[in-house]
Structure formats: C-alpha cells, structure tokens
C-alpha cells in the first residue's frame, strides 16, 4: 500500500514553468514505477510522463516530450514533473500513480492514485 499526495500546482502564464512534487508514503516506494498523468474538463485522463523504480527509464507523452522532465529521488519518497514552456493546453488536474516496478504508460496499469494538483496556464 503506498499513499501519494501532490503539490506545487498553480496559476502561471503561458511560456512559464512550475515543479510538481509527488510525495509517497511506505517503506518500498524505490520498488514502485511512477507516472504522472492529467485530465482537463470533460476530457479522459491521460498519461503525462512514467519513469521507473530506479530512474533509468521515463517515458513522455508526444505532447509534452523537450518540454516537461520526470524525475525521482527515493530517498525523499518523492516523484517530480519539471514542467517548462507551458502552454493553455496543458491547463488541467495532474496526478500522480504508482504501481510496482514494471514502468507503464497506461493509467489501467496503475494501482495507486493521488488526489491531484491543479495546474492552469493563462494565455
């Protein structure tokens, strides 16, 4: 069992950056592949960025590859999204999932949800 909360959303305008952080409870969070993914209104989540137990391989979506970085330091439990030249349509709620050491790109293969960040980008 892992508990994920996330942090560091907000307001920024177009062209800005923010830092999400996913913090994750437990002992085994370096056994967990983690993936970031986000759902705009009225729109299915969809997948971000997943990055492996030990780091050494991420994934990203085509929409945001050159532009957003994932990241995690397993002695701090944490995950981050590095999220640069953001664009309006990257406004939405972003969440962080977890599941067990293989890494995935799909949000059915993820057991564990947090409750989400806002994120929303001005023009």
């Known amino acids: 069992q892992v508990q994920l909360v996330e942090s560091g959303g907000g307001l920024v305008q177009a062209g800005g950056s923010l830092r999400l952080s996913c913090a994750a409870s437990?002992?085994?969070?370096?056994?967990?592949?983690m993936g970031w993914f986000r759902q705009a209104p009225g729109k299915e989540r969809e997948f971000v960025a997943a990055?492996?137990?030990?780091?050494?391989?991420?994934y990203y979506a085509d929409s945001v590859k050159g532009r957003f970085t994932i990241s995690r330091d397993n002695a701090k439990n944490t995950v981050y999204l590095q999220m640069n030249s953001l664009k309006p349509e990257d406004t939405a709620v972003y969440y962080c999932?977890?599941?067990?050491?293989?890494?995935?790109?799909?949000?059915?293969?993820?057991?564990?949800w947090g409750q989400g960040t806002q994120v929303t980008v001005s023009s």
């Open positions: 437990g002992r085994t969070f370096s056994s967990y592949a």
């Open positions: 990055i492996s137990w030990n780091g050494a391989t991420t």
């Open positions: 999932a977890a599941r067990k050491i293989v890494v995935a790109t799909r949000k059915d293969e993820y057991d564990y």
